[in-house]
């Protein structure tokens, strides 16, 4: 069992950036891959980003590749999610999931939610 809570949402402008928080519980964080999704009124969860259980190999979505930076500490048992150059686009409720399958990028395949933390970027 891994119970995840996220923070570090808020309001920024356009342009600006912010850094996501993931705290895990559980004794076996360094064995799961961490994914960020979010969800935009209205519309369906899509995927951000995805790191594996030890760090080596991370994916991005097309729409952040290049501004958004996954990584993890599993000694304090956090995931990051640190993002740049920020988007309206990029508003959202932003998702911390874990699971013990190798880099998954669908929110199905996904074991594990925190509740959410919300992100409004202003143009």
């Known amino acids: 069992q891994v119970q995840l809570v996220e923070s570090g949402g808020g309001l920024v402008q356009a342009g600006g950036s912010l850094r996501l928080s993931c705290a895990a519980s559980g004794r076996t964080f360094s064995s799961y891959s961490m994914g960020w999704f979010r969800q935009a009124p209205g519309k369906e969860r899509e995927f951000v980003a995805t790191?594996?259980?030890?760090?080596?190999?991370?994916h991005y979505a097309d729409s952040v590749k290049g501004r958004f930076t996954i990584s993890r500490d599993n000694a304090k048992k956090m995931v990051y999610l640190q993002m740049n150059s920020l988007k309206p686009e990029d508003t959202a409720v932003y998702y911390c999931a874990a699971d013990p399958s190798y880099v998954p990028r669908t929110p199905e395949e996904y074991d594990y939610w925190g509740q959410g933390t919300q992100v409004t970027v202003s143009s």
């Open positions: 790191i594996s259980f030890n760090g080596g190999s991370t």
